[in-house]
């Protein structure tokens, strides 16, 4: 006797209508399903298609018309719904693409219909027949019956309309905008090759909009490595682009977005696709989809190959991005080096000229304004970073004509005195300058009055009435508070400077050795676990950062903060460099108050 244990068989289904509830609910996105209709219609050769998000006596439903070629006919020339309802699983699509006649056709499970259960409760499928008058088939959510019937129309339109209604309660906030927005994505290659118009009308919101195939932000990449597998070749279309949190490559099969980032998929966990630099898509035409969800790929051997083909892409693509970080690196650098001389200027203007002029900027600035007014050139003068800080481009490269072109000042914005806060031994005197600027902080000179006045403290005065101000203090240690009041026409503007009268001054500090090589530049060196933060190379005058550093890597999380992180590193090179001797406590408070400066310009910049 043959034992049971050997017997074999082949797999059935043992209830039927169980199977299609699940087939007709493994959909889970409406979205989704709104685009395989539409991708319906394309199949159908539809050249227009109009979605209609609408109410009907009180029900909100959704329609999608087309003017393709319709259902498929039986043999008496009517549409044969028949075929469609009693077929599923069974999809006249993947009979044409096995006979070569389906070319860039999508669908091949026969199921695209049913999941209309995720978007409503009743399918009416509309189409015409070779006698020119039209029929319906009906189909119920929950329900394994479906009727086909004649429906009255005064012309009967070319083509296919489906109508649904009324939608779920979830699917009524789901607007025809968002609906546009993501055909855009989802069909973005079909949409273009099939040449397809695609409107979605709100009645419901009283908009209309058109489905314009998104279109992606960056440089098109060329020349890219071909994908290349023994079940066919892939294709690329990738964008290089700023980092954004949004930006990714899209995974599509024959212009159809299968993933929306390749960066979810297994084995595609890894740069470029998850760097944000790239976005765009790579289409595979030989990809196995998981049935229902359209959302899925089969990992089989298909997989595997399109995971080994897109190695070299990947190799091509990182060496892409690291050319830009590369060239992104450098103009950060360069935008941060400008901003930190601008801040230093701007400190070293404002703090005591034979204590901290270490590069002649106020030398330099009172030179440059008797230049101007030699000249009569007025507000001529470059604006104070290039005018006052040795290594970046004077105003003399420009000829005299561009100069008054270019560098014109415009009217009284605003002062500043320098210094604006200094040391003064008893009875002694010191010099202090108004800098009047316009609104882009060039030096204004003409047709301004100056008032000097002392608002708090004692002291005295000479020229109180020139842009150049000699105060004398007092026989007595205290704080002095000068002001100073400029004027042009209708626009008056003010400012003040803060005076400390010491009866003894630290006779380790003398006066600034002025270098004419300029604010150092910076480069960065890693040396991870190592100490030191900072060093300075005087030879090449630049300060040489560790970018390995513990506070370099956590400064470095917006470029404010690394801003101050390298004004602070500044401060303790040129310190160190210009004080050197002082006591410990008196480098800190030298270092505190420069720091102080620098960083308040910093912000104002």
């Known amino acids: 006797m043959k034992s049971k244990s050997n017997d074999g068989g082949k797999l059935k289904i043992g209830d039927d209508w169980n199977a299609i509830r699940i087939i007709a609910l493994s959909q889970s996105n409406p979205l989704k399903a709104i685009a395989e209709f539409v991708e319906n219609s394309i199949d159908a050769h539809a050249k227009t298609i109009t979605i209609t998000r609408g109410r009907d006596h009180h029900e909100q439903y959704l329609s999608i018309k087309d003017d393709g070629n319709g259902v498929p006919r039986d043999t008496d020339g009517l549409p044969d719904f028949k075929y469609v309802a009693t077929h599923i699983c069974d999809s006249i699509k993947r009979r044409l693409k096995a006979d070569g006649s389906g070319a860039g056709l999508q669908g091949e499970f026969g199921i695209g219909l049913l999941s209309f259960w995720t978007v409503g409760d009743t399918l009416t499928m509309t189409s015409t027949g070779t006698d020119q008058r039209a029929y319906q088939m009906t189909m119920s959510k929950g329900d394994p019956r479906y009727d086909v019937s004649h429906r009255r129309t005064l012309f009967a339109e070319k083509g296919t309309e489906l109508k649904i209604s009324p939608l779920l309660e979830g699917i009524r906030a789901l607007s025809g905008e968002k609906i546009q927005w993501y055909l855009a994505s989802e069909l973005r290659d079909r949409i273009r090759d099939a040449k397809v118009r695609v409107t979605v009308i709100d009645k419901l919101a009283r908009k209309q909009y058109e489905v314009e195939p998104r279109q992606f932000e960056g440089r098109l990449l060329h020349q890219l490595p071909l994908i290349r597998t023994p079940y066919g070749d892939a294709y690329a279309e990738l964008y290089l682009a700023e980092p954004d949190e949004n930006a990714h490559v899209a995974l599509t099969r024959a212009g159809t ?51 080994a083909a897109l190695e070299p892409l990947e190799t091509h693509i990182n060496g892409l991005i690291e050319e830009q970080q590369r060239a992104e690196e450098e103009q950060a650098s360069q935008q941060s080096l400008k901003a930190i001389q601008r801040a230093f200027h701007e400190a070293l203007l404002a703090l005591p000229r034979e204590e901290y002029d270490w590069f002649d900027i106020q030398g330099r600035a009172r030179r440059e ?68 600027r316009d609104r882009s902080r060039r030096r204004v000179q003409d047709g301004l009055t100056f008032r000097w006045e002392i608002v708090e ?79 300075f190379d005087v030879e090449r005058n630049i300060i040489v950062v560790n970018s390995g550093h513990r506070d370099f890597v956590f400064a470095t999380r917006n470029r404010a903060l690394q801003l101050r992180y390298l004004v602070r590193l500044y401060v303790k090179e040129l310190v160190l460099k210009n004080f050197a001797g002082l ?23």
């Open 257 to 307: 977005r299968v993933i929306e980032d390749l960066a979810s998929l297994p084995g595609l966990e890894r740069a470029p696709w998850v760097s944000r630099y790239v976005q765009g898509l790579i289409d595979v035409p030989f990809l196995n989809l998981t049935p229902g969800t359209r959302s899925g790929i089969i990992h089989d051997g298909r997989y595997a190959a399109l995971i």
């Open 369 to 436: 304004g008797g230049i101007a007014k030699a000249n009569g050139t007025g507000g001529g003068e470059a604006t104070d970073i290039d005018a006052a800080v040795p290594g970046v481009a004077e105003p003399g490269s420009y000829d005299a004509p561009q100069r008054q072109f270019f560098e014109y000042a415009g009217a009284l914005y605003s002062v500043v005195v320098s210094p604006a806060a200094s040391t003064t031994p008893l009875t002694e005197t010191r010099r202090f300058r108004a800098l009047p």
């Open 457 to 535: 403290g004692e002291g005295s005065l000479q020229g109180a009435a020139d842009q150049e101000v000699e105060y004398r203090a007092p026989t007595v240690p205290g704080l002095t508070r000068l002001r100073v009041t400029v004027t042009q026409r209708e626009v008056t503007c003010s400012a003040e400077a803060l005076v400390t009268i010491t009866d003894s001054l630290e006779a380790a500090i003398s006066t600034a050795v002025v270098t004419t090589r300029g604010l150092p530049g910076y480069t960065f060196e890693r040396a991870a676990g190592e100490l030191w933060r900072c060093r």
């Open 583 to 605: 006591p410990a406590d008196q480098l800190l408070e030298r270092m505190i108050e420069l720091s102080l400066y620098a960083e308040e310009k910093l912000k104002s910049g």
